[in-house]
């Protein structure tokens, strides 16, 4: 499983997009301190075909988990 650490959005979210289409792994977690940042990556990630698994709080941090999708 991949761990990426993004900063607040916009530019947390464009990182976690370019981080998959670069290396495509079958698992990630995102970490951000932007709560917003986890709404936008809710959204955008099953555009690249991730489903996601799990949200949640670490202190100040927030995680998204992710899987990509089964053809």
């Known amino acids: 499983m991949d761990v990426l650490e993004v900063p607040g959005c916009p530019q947390g979210s464009i990182e976690a997009v370019k981080y998959i289409k670069e290396r495509g792994p079958e698992e990630l977690v995102v970490k951000t301190s932007d709560e917003d940042c986890v709404k936008v990556l809710r959204l955008i990630l099953p555009l690249f075909r ?22």
């Open 50 to 71: 991730y489903v996601v698994v799990d949200v949640w709080r670490e202190g100040e941090r927030h995680a998204v988990r992710a899987r990509r999708a089964r053809s």
